[in-house]
């Protein structure tokens, strides 16, 4: 990219910013209206991809990826049944919380979880420091 596109990307999110409702603005929010304003592809949804992968990588360094049936991303299985996933659905990018289970040989999802567009994602992210505090809570309310 360069530098005056860069510049004219800054300048638009601060703009963006100054008018802001800072309690109602996410990350996925801002991306939407540059992207509008300056009729760039401003979606961080690769780049997400790859963190998440990178992420996922539990530290046998082989940074191969992990692909389902369907061709989603495994992120993370978090136990035989659970994972969780990254695909495209109908365009748009999702993250998934699913349960699967095997029929013919196949892992296939089940309807017991949750997809998430990137602004809910984003929303969640943001609320991981609240999650934890409230479960903290309730943890040391059990004891």
């Known amino acids: 990219m360069d ?4 510049d004219k ?3 638009t999110v601060r703009e963006i910013l100054e008018e802001a409702d800072m309690d109602e603005m996410t ?7 540059a ?12 780049q997400e991809e790859e963190e998440a992968a990178a992420a996922a990588d539990d530290g046998n360094n ?27 659905f109908r365009g748009k990018t999702k993250v998934s919380i699913r349960e699967y289970y095997t029929k013919d040989g196949k892992e296939l999802p089940s309807s017991k979880g949750i997809s998430l567009t990137e602004e ?3 929303t969640f992210r943001k ?7 409230a479960v903290g809570k309730m943890e040391s309310q059990t004891m």
């Open 3 to 6: 530098a005056e596109t860069r």
């Open 9 to 11: 990307i800054k300048k």
């Open 27 to 33: 990350e996925y929010k801002i991306r939407q209206m």
């Open 35 to 46: 992207s509008q304003k300056l009729e760039l592809n401003l979606s961080d949804s690769k």
């Open 62 to 88: 082989n940074n191969q990826k992990e692909f389902d049936d369907d061709g989603d991303l495994i992120v993370c299985r978090l136990s035989e049944k659970q994972r969780v996933t990254i695909q495209d």
């Open 120 to 122: 809910q994602w984003s």
């Open 127 to 133: 609320n991981i420091p609240n999650i934890e505090k």
